[in-house]
């Protein structure tokens, strides 16, 4: 374990900067030297913010609380892929996975709905509004039945918890030739209708949080599952498949999408 | 004690709680002696939540529900990222379905003893009460919590506890219920009943006519700083870990909203009491900029040692076994590896100190699971633990599986914080505080599972139900923007924020918060001595001056400008820092995981001095240079007998 | 500027804005063509059993149900849902692709493939060239308008006739190979989109996609390649 300790990288940076939302943005290059493989990319990145204070210049604005891959606020999109070259979340990207003399890429998520705050950093409020459209059980505080009321099959248990693993760090829309954000409405219509709890708004449910996705400015699925390969919690396609059977089904039940 | 550090104020006690009627009554009692606010009237009543997790996010969704008009404001884009999402071991609930013997008196009796009997009884005893009520809430919503192949839920035993209550989902629990809560709240905004304010920070309290009625804050993208108003307000802001700059929080998780109310005359209780969890990833470098930590289910398998000699750094593989100081289970033959928190953290940082810690810069242990693979194999382990191994290599680039992980322990929770009666209002009419952000609970240490449920507890039932007391008497006469206090408010923030941008000198801001937090971690952290706390409170105030004339904060005001923000947290952390030294200088003893070096048995295990420390410090502000005032809350215990924690 | 968040935007209620039917429209629209394609192909196979077998099938088309029905009204029903097939096919991708294109205004400067197959990213461009193709083979083979023997001729010989050409069975071929790739992700997408993927039938399903777009592609490669090796003429 001491082997890694002297190794260290140069890297060329070049990174989207634009001011605020209504300004042009252009990618600007940067040089970073002394790089541990042992840096996370985010700790990379401060590295880089400190130089830049200390310059004078303005730092890099980018998302990022937790930094242990369960808030979904950072990401970025690292030579054109979301999240980098590992399965995880920026924050838990090392900088191991890369190599000496390399030259990153490194943009904001880009899509209509989710338009850049500053530099790297992104409006996800989108998703917000769709939660909020219909991505919940309506449980008032106090009207809840004893918990051990209606069992749940430990299989469903399982699968409700699979698709509710989803952070709503926003890479599958990133990553999506579309835009689309079907993964990440899926992913909850999916937790919520796999439980006994979450069938009452079924329905209303689905066709709810699918007309907020279209109106957000996401584009429609057409199935190629980039989302769920860059998607850092794995949420599968299955997911999508069960949002359309449900939607078509909500239809055919004489739903109207509304919300 | 010598008076220049602190001067003593008038003693203060919880009146609100009906001490008049048996502990098991007093909540119902409490909650039918409250005034109530009628339905009709509650849509003209406005409460002000500051925070989205478990605790803000909970209160703000119950709130709305029941009528009220609120105004939640958070600082991160949206509520799902309050740092309660990071949680990851379970919830406690004293729902007895394993039969094995738990009651809400037991819950409520261990959380009185894991807290050191520091903690209020009453205060304890409600949150057992209300605990099992958060289980079926949580599922109400479809929270996704682990289950049986019967289809009912499941439930382990957590952090030594001798009954199995811990309700979980994976290693996710805080995620899952904060999507709860944060679901409920998405439903009440979509309903119009919430007016939302993302990526907006707090930075002062309004304070009208000794209630408070408002706060200031900050866009942080378009750095305009405006205030609001409401009937009363709610800080459920979190806990101050990152006082000490590396600790298992968030990066944005901070003091500020607490600190700034605390600078309008909101008492600040024990913000010594701060807890150490064992088992995080050791630092790597200087750069590092949090810690990760691990469940400590680990230490049911791994054994804890460190090489005998020192600067021994061999491959720990090849260090054979007389050559291994097993410490754990050599002073602690009956618990060995699973002793508690606050224990093995003090052993690690003791074998380290003795120069015998590993990794790159000597400030760790190994946590070896050769025994436990030679045992039942590694299939066997990886079943158990393949997640924390994955998450271990992910960081570390090590396979822990052939090397054995390296742990050291790390800060993650805070059981200090604002002072708060039973009713959860802090000593500012109007001011409620919740969650981690109130002292209220934990007493001196914080059991495992213990901090959702508190957050939650608070957020959904307790809060909902006493708040209507206060506001039984609205609306009160309405506050704008003109308001004298107001304006001074506003102009204070505004003044703070262009002398911030003003100074433009030679050291960043991260730089100081690195200092701050090691100067706390080596001097008021693990282990603490009048020493060491008199060195820090004398390089503290050097370090605070030096912020205020050479800080450099890059930037302007008007646009999203992160380094502004955290240069203002980091002038709160500052502040607070030398509150915590005195506060853990006054307190002459050790409790939970307050632990004094000069107060401890023969056998080097943490001494109380229950005859002189049996009460709540609750901390007056003063201004820069005159000393804080300490208001004693005596704690009185007629329920639990106080006893000496032992291990051995 | 506002301190207040984006107002909530107003969810799309039309049954027919929602992105969801838009797919929903494209898969059953594609299903009945697969089926048409397969009853095609198998018809065009007659052309091994030689010129009388092909042409009195081809006759056979125009008379299905006569003399219940008059002359080609089974054609044109066939006709006439295979149009509405068709078009639908094309107002979904269409309208899909638009919706694509206001999702990302700004394009990345560098982006990459996770892990997308090329049938899947050819999907809209295939289905482009595909339509051109279909409105060429109608001119060419249906009306022979543009076959190198004319209109008034047996559709026998306009078979042989253009894939004698070699240019015509390249651009047949071509076309073939992206029909392939084309039905490869469509009839993937389209269980997808009709709900009726899930992980345990996830290798049945990539399975079938691959054999029905095989067996299509193939069906109909062996008239023309036969004709341009001189196995039929």
């Known amino acids: 374990m001491t082997s890694t300790e002297t190794r260290t990288m140069s890297l060329t940076l070049r990174i989207w900067r634009q001011r605020d939302r209504t300004k042009k943005g252009k990618m600007v290059t940067y040089h970073v030297t002394d790089v541990s493989p042992d840096m996370s990319f985010l700790e990379m990145l401060d590295v880089l913010n400190e130089k830049l204070i200390l310059d004078g210049d303005d730092p890099v604005a980018f998302d990022h609380d937790c930094r242990e891959g369960i808030c979904g606020s950072c990401g970025l999109m690292i030579n054109g892929i979301a999240h980098g070259p590992e ?145 850092p919690k794995g949420i599968s396609m299955e997911t999508i498949s069960r949002l359309n059977h449900d939607l078509l089904g909500a239809l055919r039940a004489g739903g109207v999408p509304t919300s | 004690m010598p008076l220049e550090l602190f001067t003593v104020g008038e003693p203060i006690a919880d009146t609100t709680a009906p001490r008049d009627v048996p502990l098991p009554d007093r909540w119902n009692e409490r909650k039918f002696r409250a005034r109530l606010v009628n339905p009709a009237n509650r849509r003209r009543l406005s409460i002000i939540v500051v925070g989205t997790g478990l605790a803000g996010g909970s209160a703000a969704a119950t709130l709305a529900e029941m009528g009220y008009r609120v105004k939640n404001f958070w600082f991160q884009d949206s509520p799902r990222r309050a740092h309660s999402v990071a949680a990851q071991g379970g919830i406690n609930a004293a729902k007895n379905y394993r039969n094995d013997g738990d009651s809400v008196h037991r819950l409520f009796y261990d959380t009185v003893k894991g807290g050191d009997f520091r903690s209020r009884e009453d205060n304890s005893y409600r949150l057992a009460e209300v605990s099992a009520a958060i289980i079926d809430q949580a599922v109400a919503q479809g929270v996704p919590f682990a289950r049986e192949y019967g289809g009912l839920l499941d439930n382990r035993s957590f952090g030594g506890a001798q009954v199995s209550r811990t309700f979980y989902a994976r290693g996710q629990t805080g995620q899952q219920l904060l999507y709860g809560a944060y679901q409920a709240l998405e439903r009440q905004i979509g309903l119009g009943n919430v007016e939302q304010h993302p990526r907006t920070e707090m930075l002062d309290l309004i304070v009208v006519d000794g209630k408070a009625r408002g706060i200031v804050v900050r866009h942080l993208i378009t750095g305009e700083i405006t205030s609001h108003f409401a009937d009363a307000v709610v800080l459920a802001s979190g806990g101050y870990s990152n006082v000490f700059y590396l600790s298992t929080n968030a990066k944005g998780s901070n003091v500020t909203a607490a600190w700034r109310a605390h600078k309008r005359g909101a008492l600040f209780a024990n913000p010594c009491y701060t807890q150490i969890h064992p088992t995080c990833i050791p630092v790597s470098g200087d750069y590092q900029s949090k810690l990760t930590l691990m469940s400590e289910s680990l230490r049911n398998d791994g054994r804890v040692w460190v090489p005998k000699e020192r600067g021994d750094d061999r491959n720990p593989k090849d260090i054979p076994e007389d050559e291994r100081d097993y410490y754990l289970e050599r002073n602690y033959p009956a618990f060995g590896n699973l002793v508690p928190r606050d224990i093995a953290s003090r052993q690690a940082k003791a074998v380290c100190d003795e120069g015998r810690g590993v990794g790159p810069n000597g400030l760790g242990v190994y946590l070896d699971f050769s025994d436990a693979i030679a045992r039942v194999g590694q299939a066997a382990i990886e079943a158990k633990y393949g997640n924390l191994f994955d998450m271990y290599n992910r960081i570390t680039g090590e396979n822990a599986y052939e090397t054995g992980m390296r ?242 | ?161 253009s894939f004698s050409n070699i240019p015509i069975t390249l651009f047949y071929v071509v076309s073939m190979v992206l029909l392939g790739l084309h039905l490869r992700h469509g009839i993937f997408a389209a269980t997808q989109t009709l709900g009726q993927t899930n992980k345990r039938r996830e290798r049945a399903v990539n399975g079938l996609a691959y054999l029905v777009a095989g067996v299509i592609t193939v069906g109909f490669l062996l008239v023309p390649l036969s004709v341009a090796f001189g196995l039929i003429d």
């Open chain 2, 407 to 648: 742990i050291y322990p790390a800060v993650h929770y805070t059981m200090g914080g604002l002072w708060v009666d039973y009713d959860l209002s802090s000593n500012i009419p109007g001011l409620f505080v919740i969650g981690e952000a109130n002292f209220s609970d934990q007493g001196a240490n914080r059991l495992g599972a213990s901090a959702l449920m508190q957050g939650l507890a608070d957020g959904y039932f307790v809060l909902p139900s006493t708040i209507s007391n206060y506001l039984a008497d609205g609306p009160f006469p309405a506050v704008d923007a003109t308001h004298p206090a107001a304006v001074e408010a506003e102009q204070s923030v505004r003044a703070q924020t262009e002398r911030l941008l003003s100074i433009n000198g030679t050291r960043t801001v991260a730089s100081f918060h690195r200092e701050l937090g090691k100067l706390m971690w080596d001097l008021c952290g693990m282990e603490r001595s009048e020493p060491g706390l008199r060195k820090a409170l004398d390089r503290i105030p050097e370090i605070r001056h030096e912020f205020w004339t050479n800080v450099k904060v890059s930037g302007e005001q008007g646009i999203f400008n992160q380094n502004l923000e955290h240069a203002g947290r980091v002038a709160d952390f500052i502040e607070l820092a030398e509150l915590m030294c005195v506060d853990a200088l006054h307190r002459n003893e050790s409790c939970g995981g307050h632990f004094r070096a000069e107060s401890q048995t023969p056998e080097g295990e943490a001494l109380r001095d229950d005859e002189n420390y049996a009460y709540v410090a609750a901390w007056e502000y003063t201004p820069e240079g005159e000393p804080p005032v300490l208001h004693r809350e005596a704690l009185e215990y007629e329920y639990v007998h106080l006893a000496q924690r032992s291990y051995k």
């Open chain 3, 1 to 161: 500027m506002t301190t207040q968040p984006a107002q909530r935007r107003a969810p799309k209620t039309g049954r027919f804005d929602n992105s969801v039917v838009k797919k929903t429209v494209m898969a059953v629209s594609g299903i009945i063509m697969i089926l048409y394609l397969l009853a095609h192909m198998v018809g065009n196979l007659k052309a091994f059993s030689g010129p009388e077998s092909f042409n009195s099938y081809s006759g056979w088309i125009r008379t299905i149900g006569e003399p219940a029905l008059p002359a080609q009204t089974a054609l044109w029903i066939i006709r006439l849902v295979l149009l509405a097939a068709v078009v639908l096919h094309f107002w979904a991708a269409i309208s899909l692709w638009r919706q694509a294109r206001r999702a990302r205004p700004v394009p990345y400067v560098t982006k990459k493939r996770v892990q997308q197959s090329f049938a899947s990213r050819t999907v809209r461009w295939g289905g482009l060239i595909l339509a051109l193709f279909i409105i060429w083979h109608i001119l060419d083979l249906t009306l022979g308008a543009v076959n190198p023997v004319g209109h008034d001729s047996t559709p026998y010989d306009r078979l042989v006739a």
């Open chain 1, 87 to 231: 399965q995880t979340t920026v924050c838990q990207l090392h900088m191991r996975s890369f190599s000496d003399g390399d030259v990153l890429d490194i943009e904001p998520w880009r899509a209509g709905g989710f338009p850049v705050v500053k530099d790297l950093a992104v409006d996800r409020s989108a998703f917000d509004r769709i939660i909020s459209a219909g991505g919940f059980i309506s449980a008032p505080t106090g009207t809840a039945p004893e918990a051990h009321s209606t069992p749940v099959p430990k299989k469903n248990s399982d699968a409700a918890f699979d698709a509710a693993t989803c952070i709503g760090c926003g890479a599958c829309v990133a990553a999506c030739p579309n835009g689309s954000a079907m993964l990440f409405t899926a992913a909850k219509v999916s937790h919520l209708g796999l439980m006994p709890q979450g069938q009452p708004e079924r329905d209303s449910r689905v066709l709810k949080m699918v007309a907020q996705q279209d109106a957000e400015d996401f584009g429609g699925c057409s199935n190629i599952g980039e989302c769920s390969a860059v998607c």
